[in-house]
């Protein structure tokens, strides 16, 4: 009786959690390109970084405040493209060519708009920005090289931030489509332009001058253009495989509703980015005043645990494909099925990836040239981040859920909002209100993603997010 029971208990979990073979044939048709061209982009930028940091911890630290800022806009692009990327995939699912072609032109106009404002942001408050991460204790003279350098990093990577958006555009619009293949390939060949070029002009090779962190970031900005042009050019030269590009820029309408819907869908997700990424780089700041040491040690633990995330948030990806898909589809049932097997996926993905990078933190800072408690600093911080790495998979995938049904306010509580609330204050009574030192103050400060993630599940079990967009769209 007891084993008819259990194997009862098995059936419903298997049904619910883990699925069938053809459930994982497509959700890994959808996430494994997307785990390969993240996992090539993070592993040129750890080969980026152990390159510049072999110049010298000031040189390394200076081009990591200056990415910081990079990554508030590489987030808000994100964030702006995400309310078109929501109607994109469910009307990819509804095939309705005609409107999708006009979330990639809203798409392309945004990208132009926010990458012109960030312009003349970092163009004008570049030097009180970067120095908000270097009031820490330490050498004044290391201080003051970290600003340089960073200062000569930022200056030529604005130059690679309209080709960054408008590749962005591109990419997403055609894994929305169900195309991940050729963003992928454009990714490889990106990165692959990144790293020899870095290290042609980081140190000078065949007959070029050593440019240090100038080169490197020249090099990232050529392999950005070099990835806009073939994501742009292969995509239109097969624009039979991909209707909505057919007279993309032959005019610029957008119809009213459809912009109103995106506006008022995307500005919380544009918003939430922005303030979700500045809440990200504020509490990085808040604990480099305990020493310019932990601003190096930050850089390295960051690089590392963003190649080991790859694979959780790859999977959030694709939950977010597969359901806005499902919903766009009329599939309501379908859509919350695929949530929880996908969550699932994800939680055991990086409960796997986590322990890999437990066992191995030691060693693998091991690649830098820079000083023992350093390296010594960012194995700790990368092993908390592994402990925790199950309940960021969680919370990915709900946010990608609930993003998909077009919840884009509680999306925006769950994320920026619980990080002004919630994470920046707790992170900064760890740092000033106590006496603990950064190795015990950094795991402590992680505990903010358990909690996260118990809330988002809360959210996703109710079904509230599952809503088709499309099924009524009055053009």
Partial sequence: MQGLIAAGMWTRFKAKFIGDRKFYQMALGLIIPVIVQNTVTNLVNLLDNVMVGSLGTTHMSGVAIGNHLIFVFNLSIFGALSGAGIYGAQFAGAKDW????????????????????????????????????????????????????????????????LPFALAQSYSSALREAGETVLP???SIVSVFVNLVLNYILIFGKLGFPALGVQGAALATVLSRIAELAMVAVVAHRNHDRFPFLRRLYRSFRIGRN??????????????????????????????????LVVVGALNIASTFT???????????????????????????????A???????????????????LVISAGWITEVYRTEVEVRSLAAAFMRATAFYMPFQAMANSCYFAIRSGGRTILTMIFDSIYVWIICVPYTYALVALTNLGIETVYPLSQLIHPLKAI????????????????EDQVR
Avoid: H
Wanted: proline share 2%.
């Fill in 98 to 161: 005609e409107s999708f072609r006009e979330t990639l032109r809203l798409r392309l106009l945004v990208s132009v708009a926010i990458t012109a404002l960030a312009a003349i942001v970092l163009t004008k408050w570049s030097t009180p920005l970067l120095s908000l991460y270097l009031g820490g204790e330490g050498n004044p003279a290391d201080s003051a090289a970290m600003l340089l350098y960073g200062k000569q990093y930022l200056k030529i990577m604005l130059w690679g931030l």
């Fill in 184 to 186: 992928m390939r454009a």
């Fill in 258 to 291: 459809l912009a109103k819907n995106i506006m008022i869908k995307g500005m919380p997700l544009f918003v939430n980015e922005f303030l979700w990424s500045a809440g990200m780089i504020t509490i990085t700041q808040i604990l480099s005043t305990r020493g």
């Fill in 306 to 336: 963003n190649l080991f995330g790859v694979f959780y948030f790859s999977t959030g990806t694709a939950v977010a494909i597969v359901t806005g898909q499902a919903l766009g589809a009329g599939d309501v049932d379908l859509a919350k």
């Fill in 338 to 356: 695929q949530v929880w097997r996908l969550l699932f996926f994800a939680v055991c993905l990086s409960s796997a990836v986590g322990l890999v």
């Fill in 455 to 470: 809330l988002s599940l809360i959210v996703v079990r109710t079904g509230y997010w599952a809503k088709n967009l499309v």
